[in-house]
């Protein structure tokens, strides 16, 4: 499966993004979805993931409430909602893709198939 993260922007602390993963090549609800950011001079980090068919999600702690993913197979479409920005969000997002089977959710390890990712830049 390839992989392509967009709707990346500026915009002020308090606002909302939604960022899109299109998915092309096999069945995409063959695969769970994860989102990961890396900010600079920071590692990678998980932000959300939900599984293969949507049934199950997974937060990180500082993104709880305020983000929300979502996926439309029928589209072979992942979203991330992005809402209450905040200027330690602004980071590199990218969205990942793992085959059904063992599924570590929020490991970076855990994922077989990687997108480019988008810029979220918040200012405050």
């Known amino acids: 499966v390839q992989l392509q993260a967009s709707g990346g922007g500026l915009v002020q602390a308090g606002g909302s993004l939604r960022l899109s993963c299109a998915a092309s090549g096999r069945t995409f609800s063959s695969y769970a979805v994860g989102w990961f950011r890396q900010a600079p001079g920071k590692e990678r980090e998980f932000v959300a993931a939900?599984?293969?068919?949507?049934?199950?999600?997974y937060y990180a702690d500082s993104v709880k409430g305020r983000f929300t993913i979502s996926r439309d197979n029928a589209k072979n479409m992942a979203y991330l909602q992005m809402n209450s920005l905040k200027p330690e969000d602004t980071a590199v997002y990218c969205c990942?893709?793992?085959?059904?089977?063992?599924?570590?959710?929020?490991?970076?390890?855990?994922?077989?198939?990687w997108g480019q990712g988008t810029l979220v830049t918040v200012s405050s």
């Open positions: 939900i599984s293969w068919t949507g049934a199950s999600t």
């Open positions: 990942a893709a793992k085959i059904q089977g063992t599924w570590y959710a929020y490991s970076q390890y855990g994922y077989d198939y």
